[in-house]
């Protein structure tokens, strides 16, 4: 299919959003834990690192385009046809510099730059000069040019974009502020139509970098490839943007960030080297009782599995005793499946109907399957109100909760929720997108003072300052029943050993998935189920010691 585009100046204004936040912790080090910034804040360190490293803006367009050239030569063979889309501003420029690097590896590349109001941005216009002079002096041993340049001023003859073909997405980067219309969204939508593989550069065109509530999402490249330049921007984490963003990696092109008030972000990407110094050891003389002693309020009848799942990822996670309150219908099978545990009979047969003293015990965890009658409803709520021990409450706990929204302020304040999003709309009410739950999310943490874990790819965890720590653990193979009852019981095993919540929550889903991602590495996603989260624990606290790399 071929066709002709008319482009025209006005539908290519961009502006740069504003979004400044403060924020402290007195548990991590943000300048070692990967930030995630905004579209404003990005510009804010790149003016900083020109004036400070110092260097200048072409020079370090060119580090970040060579940064994503060689990522491109690493992956794709040289015989691959290469089709260059570049915009007009500073995104444009990274392209044409890629395109000039993958000329000069012998790659096949056609370029085409949009020009269209005859305003390109000073290192465009530069790297626009350095590929014209590549192009007079690139030609192969048959005398032909490895590149073919055009640039469009008015109309717009798309090339032939087929399966093999390699697209370099540069038409607009970070500082794009509204919606993609007229002539880039007809070439937007023309490459999204195509077999062709799409490589974006920083982020896809049309998608902005943190909120797209008011975006025209058929409007955004859809690229199977994002190489993002030194953060990951927040848009990534969204679920409803993972077929625009498609598979990303942070290149990391050495922008120095100055650490001060407008670099600061409540958002965070929590790695690996967040956790290895804050893993505790024991103490030679340790003993059961000092390491450690939880209660686990979980299972009814029918629901036994889920206090089992629960109970025996608490004792893999290194905690000293764990006391099981449940019913006495769930007693020979935890007796069997759990030896380890000590069992507390409910006085109801069936399901949890009884708050009781919790002074024996150093953190509770509640929820796994104990389901919402009224009894236990009843029970729940007295029992969190009465409680002075660290908590983690979950599953049917949250369901309860999402059924009595006056109950959420009786909550103990610092406890830990771990919602999947069905439970988490119960708290928060239905919202319109990812961008605007995580936004409800972080008020109510705020507001009642609180952790909520949002359970899924990048489990968010949202802290009462206000603060968001992403997880870079995890794979689809987890969406799998009793996973969120593991999680439960590796969180309630590290607050028992006296880890402040925000380490017990962020350090619980990154070494939950890391399990899990051990599992799939060893055996596949199809195959995992939630007890070999638990198998594979070990091997997933070894390798943060350790600092082993699984992958």
Known sequence: MRCCFRLFPSFFQCAFTTFVHQSNSLLFNHSCTMKILSAA?????????????????????????????????????????????????????????????????????????????????????????????????????????????????????????????????????????????????????????????????????????????????????????????????????????????????????????????????????????????????????????????????????????????????????????????????????????????????????NCFSQSFDTDAYDAMGIGPGIGTSPYTAQAFIEQVSMSKCPAVIDADALNICGSHRGWISQLPKHCILTPHKKELFGLIGMTHNSYEELEHTRDLAMRQQIYIVIKGAYSAVCTPDGNVYFNSTGNPGMATAGSGDVLTGIILAFLAQSYPPEVAARMGVYIHGLAGDIVAEELCQESLIASDLIEYLPRAFRAVRDGQIVK
Not at 114 to 132: A, G, Y
Not at 293 to 321: D, E, F, T
């Open 41 to 349: 804040q990005l510009k804010v360190i790149d003016d900083y690192t020109i004036a400070h490293e110092p260097v200048t803006s072409i020079d370090l367009m060119e580090r970040a385009s060579r940064a994503v050239a060689n990522k491109i030569c690493s992956r794709w063979a040289v015989d691959t046809p290469v089709k260059v889309f570049a915009g007009p501003g500073n995104n444009g420029g990274d392209a044409l510099a890629i395109a000039r690097m993958l000329c000069e590896a012998k790659y096949q590349v056609t370029v085409y730059l949009f020009n269209i109001s005859d305003s390109l941005s000073p290192d465009c216009e530069v790297n626009k000069q350095r590929l014209m002079t590549c192009q007079m002096g690139g030609a192969n041993a048959l005398g032909q040019s490895s590149l073919t340049f055009t640039e469009v001023t008015s109309e717009f003859q798309p090339p032939v974009l087929e399966e093999g073909d390699l697209v370099i997405d540069g038409l607009f980067g970070t500082g794009l502020s509204r919606p993609l219309n007229g002539g880039f969204a007809s070439v937007v939508k023309y490459i999204n139509a195509s077999p062709a593989t799409v490589v974006s550069i920083d982020v896809p065109s049309g998608l902005m970098c943190e909120d797209n509530t008011y975006n025209v999402m058929r409007h955004i490249v859809k690229a199977n490839v994002t190489y993002t330049i030194q953060n990951p921007k927040l848009a990534f984490f969204f679920p409803e943007n993972e077929c625009y963003v498609g598979e990303w990696e942070v290149l990391d092109i050495g922008i120095i960030d100055p650490c001060n008030e407008e670099t600061q972000t409540p958002y965070f990407l929590s790695e690996k080297t967040d956790f290895q110094t804050l893993l505790k050891k024991r103490s030679r003389f340790a003993h059961k009782s000092v390491v450690g002693k939880a209660l686990l309020i979980a299972g009814k009848k029918g629901m036994a599995g889920a206090a089992v799942l629960s109970a025996k990822a608490c004792l893999r996670s290194g905690v000293g005793k764990l006391t099981v309150r449940t019913p006495e219908c769930n007693v020979q099978v935890l007796q069997t499946a759990v030896p380890e545990a000590v069992l507390d009979i409910d006085v109801d047969s």
